[in-house]
């Protein structure tokens, strides 16, 4: 009698399987799916922060001549023309969806992962493929890859390793030097210097990237040559012909201080963050968008630890730098701390007043961390004699990947809205007044005004002088009716900041409201007096002149707007009312046509459009428009009367008749009993004219 099938033990061969994935195409493929998995919930998120500035409220992304101006103008707030110039081109393929962005971000983010890997090969550092997959699944850099804003980031890196790849590439298939020492170059160099040019113009801060080519030359062939300083004379000469301008950008040529602190204070917290950086990158957990910012005591012997460490551990690796661990280490090290160099605070860019570190700031610095991490899991496998030796090693990698991409995926799910955002961070910042006051801006378009009012106070209780906060707590007040305090939030912002457009703009809303409109119109005027491209002051401002019966200047407020804002079909109907009041029905008929292709549920331009038709003796026509507005608005008297008119001309008793019982009923029930008794009145007397065609018979046919 044989045997029966027996079960035979699985066993995980994690040796074989990384060997397998760590191949050139199964490695891609790796890297890829690993990537997608665990950014895959940012993928639905919406915009943020600084998002306004480059993209959704940037006019020049809408311009036509967008992508001049970002080259060769100073009309923006940073110098990064090449990354506004990809936002520019993308907004012409899915506008103000956010999803496109976040892809274009995640597909940059791989290719850096893939360059990485690539770079670490040239190099023969070991562990190339681990390297570049722990950089992929590395929490820190959820901030670079799923803010749109940090396209700047993703973009630079890419170009900065490809810069950095033919680089190589140029050494290798280079021509001699000629006889008086000039070093040989290439196409490959030329394409290098052209990378690196580009890259300064995703992002100022690879302007360390000729110090990282001479730190590479020495890994290479332990020495630098004159001939390695002549050759990246041209990309030292590129860095400090384009920093000036990004810095003039950064302070819009003002020279005006974001803090004022010593340099012995930019010093320290210099050190303090270079191990901050170090710990997050080590221990990836409690990730905030923003942290809390650093109030650095020179007069405190713990904020000289820092420095100190640093400057010890420093001087040993270099000492040891020619040993067999010491030449890894310093190598790691010193790539390091230049990648931090221009985020360490030595300068100030606008976000140093939240904060002075960032996780994206250390999306090109990681690259050291993780390739020292995979180098030495490599050399312990490499080391291992037995499958139960390398076990330990791939396992260890296994678990490391794991946890870095449960950790990605987490901190990718706070990026799916700004709300869970900035409460994450406020969590564990409390006192940062920028996060109060941003978190209120999302919660006001969702309709939670009190727990916005409650954030832009508690933003002014941190910063008073915040003229921003109050203009937004005046918006959150007047959407809860309480229109006195509304208005005098709008003035406290003005005087604070008495050229803040958007202030008078909201002023003058209130004013308009209570009829006040001789004020409402001083304020709108002012708006576009200094924010001449604000389509909608000049929209407002042509209402308010409608209601005073100036119908010229308003026709002029509402072409203004249009100019700014082609497709504002509100600014369409306002202008086809001008119209319509002057007695040009044609013309407002078709800008009222116009305004519903482009909000075809656009209820006042339904109505009106209506009545144009029904003047112009086109009720069948009229009839459509006047049960579209009543669609919207079931309970609007206007509407039914004017459709009573409609059918009655339209020859549709049954339907005049039902709809005048309906506008009786409607007019009782909002207190309009002498509205009621006159649409009584009316029937009464269409009724007996129906009759009256009724009983009338034409005579007979003779026989």
């Given at each position: 009698?044989?045997?029966?099938?027996?079960?035979?033990?699985?066993?995980?061969?994690?040796?074989?399987?990384?060997?397998?994935?760590?191949?050139?195409?199964?490695?891609?493929?790796?890297?890829?799916?690993?990537?997608?998995?665990?950014?895959?919930?940012?993928?639905?998120?919406?915009?943020?922060?600084?998002?306004?500035?480059?993209?959704?409220?940037?006019?020049?992304?809408?311009?036509?001549?967008?992508?001049?101006?970002?080259?060769?103008?100073?009309?923006?707030?940073?110098?990064?023309?090449?990354?506004?110039?990809?936002?520019?081109?993308?907004?012409?393929?899915?506008?103000?969806?956010?999803?496109?962005?976040?892809?274009?971000?995640?597909?940059?983010?791989?290719?850096?992962?893939?360059?990485?890997?690539?770079?670490?090969?040239?190099?023969?550092?070991?562990?190339?493929?681990?390297?570049?997959?722990?950089?992929?699944?590395?929490?820190?850099?959820?901030?670079?890859?799923?803010?749109?804003?940090?396209?700047?980031?993703?973009?630079?890196?890419?170009?900065?390793?490809?810069?950095?790849?033919?680089?190589?590439?140029?050494?290798?298939?280079?021509?001699?030097?000629?006889?008086?020492?000039?070093?040989?170059?290439?196409?490959?160099?030329?394409?290098?210097?052209?990378?690196?040019?580009?890259?300064?113009?995703?992002?100022?801060?690879?302007?360390?990237?000729?110090?990282?080519?001479?730190?590479?030359?020495?890994?290479?062939?332990?020495?630098?040559?004159?001939?390695?300083?002549?050759?990246?004379?041209?990309?030292?000469?590129?860095?400090?012909?384009?920093?000036?301008?990004?810095?003039?950008?950064?302070?819009?040529?003002?020279?005006?201080?974001?803090?004022?602190?010593?340099?012995?204070?930019?010093?320290?917290?210099?050190?303090?963050?270079?191990?901050?950086?170090?710990?997050?990158?080590?221990?990836?957990?409690?990730?905030?968008?923003?942290?809390?910012?650093?109030?650095?005591?020179?007069?405190?012997?713990?904020?000289?630890?820092?420095?100190?460490?640093?400057?010890?551990?420093?001087?040993?690796?270099?000492?040891?730098?020619?040993?067999?661990?010491?030449?890894?280490?310093?190598?790691?090290?010193?790539?390091?701390?230049?990648?931090?160099?221009?985020?360490?605070?030595?300068?100030?860019?606008?976000?140093?007043?939240?904060?002075?570190?960032?996780?994206?700031?250390?999306?090109?610095?990681?690259?050291?961390?993780?390739?020292?991490?995979?180098?030495?899991?490599?050399?312990?496998?490499?080391?291992?004699?037995?499958?139960?030796?390398?076990?330990?090693?791939?396992?260890?990698?296994?678990?490391?990947?794991?946890?870095?991409?449960?950790?990605?995926?987490?901190?990718?799910?706070?990026?799916?809205?700004?709300?869970?955002?900035?409460?994450?961070?406020?969590?564990?910042?409390?006192?940062?007044?920028?996060?109060?006051?941003?978190?209120?801006?999302?919660?006001?378009?969702?309709?939670?005004?009190?727990?916005?009012?409650?954030?832009?106070?508690?933003?002014?209780?941190?910063?008073?002088?915040?003229?921003?906060?109050?203009?937004?707590?005046?918006?959150?007040?007047?959407?809860?009716?309480?229109?006195?305090?509304?208005?005098?939030?709008?003035?406290?912002?003005?005087?604070?900041?008495?050229?803040?457009?958007?202030?008078?703009?909201?002023?003058?809303?209130?004013?308009?409201?209570?009829?006040?409109?001789?004020?409402?119109?001083?304020?709108?005027?002012?708006?576009?007096?200094?924010?001449?491209?604000?389509?909608?002051?000049?929209?407002?401002?042509?209402?308010?002149?409608?209601?005073?019966?100036?119908?010229?200047?308003?026709?002029?407020?509402?072409?203004?707007?249009?100019?700014?804002?082609?497709?504002?079909?509100?600014?369409?109907?306002?202008?086809?009312?001008?119209?319509?009041?002057?007695?040009?029905?044609?013309?407002?008929?078709?800008?009222?046509?116009?305004?519903?292709?482009?909000?075809?549920?656009?209820?006042?331009?339904?109505?009106?459009?209506?009545?144009?038709?029904?003047?112009?003796?086109?009720?069948?026509?009229?009839?459509?428009?006047?049960?579209?507005?009543?669609?919207?608005?079931?309970?609007?008297?206007?509407?039914?009367?004017?459709?009573?008119?409609?059918?009655?001309?339209?020859?549709?008793?049954?339907?005049?008749?039902?709809?005048?019982?309906?506008?009786?009923?409607?007019?009782r029930a909002h207190g309009q009993a002498a509205l009621a008794q006159q649409i009584e009145a009316a029937l009464e007397q269409y009724r007996a004219q129906q009759a009256a065609k009724q009983n009338f018979s034409p005579a007979g046919r003779i026989p």
């Amino acid at each position: 009698m044989s045997p029966g099938p027996q079960s035979v033990p699985v066993r995980l061969n994690i040796s074989n399987f990384w060997r397998t994935v760590g191949s050139k195409q199964w490695g891609v493929a790796f890297i890829v799916a690993a990537t997608l998995v665990a950014y895959w919930p940012s993928l639905s998120g919406g915009f943020i922060l600084d998002d306004d500035l480059l993209l959704t409220d940037n006019p020049l992304i809408k311009a036509p001549d967008g992508i001049f101006q970002f080259w060769y103008s100073t009309n923006q707030p940073d110098y990064v023309p090449l990354t506004s110039s990809t936002l520019w081109l993308e907004w012409r393929l899915w506008g103000m969806h956010p999803t496109g962005y976040h892809i274009t971000n995640l597909v940059l983010h791989i290719i850096a992962c893939l360059s990485i890997w690539q770079l670490l090969r040239q190099l023969s550092i070991p562990g190339a493929f681990f390297a570049a997959l722990l950089f992929a699944v590395h929490p820190v850099n959820v901030e670079s890859v799923a803010w749109v804003e940090q396209r700047k980031n993703t973009l630079s890196l890419v170009l900065f390793l490809l810069s950095l790849l033919w680089y190589l590439v140029s050494e290798q298939s280079a021509e001699p030097a000629d006889q008086e020492g000039r070093p040989g170059v290439n196409r490959w160099y030329w394409l290098s210097l052209l990378s690196f040019a580009l890259a300064m113009c995703s992002k100022g801060s690879v302007a360390i990237l000729p110090l990282v080519l001479l730190l590479i030359v020495w890994w290479q062939r332990g020495r630098i040559t004159k001939q390695d300083l002549l050759r990246s004379a041209p990309f030292f000469l590129l860095a400090a012909a384009i920093t000036p301008i990004i810095i003039w950008f950064v302070t819009h040529g003002s020279g005006a201080a974001v803090r004022h602190v010593t340099f012995l204070q930019r010093l320290l917290g210099a050190g303090a963050a270079i191990w901050f950086y170090l710990f997050k990158a080590l221990l990836p957990t409690h990730l905030l968008f923003v942290y809390p910012n650093w109030n650095i005591e020179p007069a405190d012997p713990l904020w000289w630890l820092p420095s100190a460490a640093a400057l010890i551990v420093t001087a040993l690796l270099w000492w040891r730098r020619n040993s067999r661990l010491g030449r890894p280490l310093f190598f790691a090290w010193t790539f390091y701390c230049i990648a931090l160099l221009p985020v360490l605070g030595f300068t100030d860019s606008g976000y140093a007043r939240f904060s002075l570190v960032a996780d994206h700031y250390q999306y090109i610095a990681l690259i050291a961390v993780t390739s020292l991490a995979a180098a030495s899991c490599t050399t312990w496998l490499n080391h291992a004699h037995s499958s139960t030796g390398r076990f330990a090693p791939m396992a260890t990698a296994s678990l490391i990947t794991g946890c870095l991409m449960l950790l990605t995926w987490r901190q990718s799910r706070l990026y799916d809205s700004p709300i869970s955002l900035y409460e994450a961070a406020l969590a564990e910042n409390s006192n940062s007044w920028m996060l109060h006051y941003n978190l209120g801006i999302p919660l006001i378009k969702v309709g939670h005004l009190q727990d916005a009012i409650g954030h832009f106070q508690r933003a002014l209780q941190l910063n008073p002088d915040y003229p921003e906060a109050y203009l937004n707590l005046g918006i959150a007040l007047a959407g809860e009716g309480k229109i006195a305090e509304a208005t005098d939030h709008f003035q406290h912002a003005l005087q604070i900041k008495p050229d803040y457009a958007e202030a008078h703009y909201n002023l003058a809303n209130i004013l308009a409201q209570t009829g006040h409109l001789p004020e409402a119109i001083e304020h709108y005027q002012e708006a576009v007096r200094l924010k001449s491209d604000f389509a909608e002051a000049h929209n407002n401002l042509s209402t308010a002149l409608y209601q005073t019966g100036d119908m010229l200047e308003a026709m002029h407020q509402d072409k203004q707007a249009l100019q700014i804002k082609p497709d504002y079909a509100e600014a369409m109907s306002n202008l086809a009312n001008c119209l319509l009041q002057l007695g040009y029905l044609e013309e407002a008929g078709e800008y009222y046509r116009q305004a519903l292709a482009l909000s075809p549920d656009f209820y006042d331009a339904h109505f009106n459009l209506g009545l144009v038709l029904l003047k112009t003796r086109r009720p069948q026509e009229a009839i459509k428009h006047f049960e579209q507005a009543l669609h919207s608005n079931p309970d609007d008297l206007d509407v039914c009367t004017n459709l009573i008119n409609a059918y009655a001309l339209a020859n549709r008793p049954q339907d005049a008749i039902s709809t005048a019982l309906k506008s009786i009923v409607l007019a009782r029930a909002h207190g309009q009993a002498a509205l009621a008794q006159q649409i009584e009145a009316a029937l009464e007397q269409y009724r007996a004219q129906q009759a009256a065609k009724q009983n009338f018979s034409p005579a007979g046919r003779i026989p």
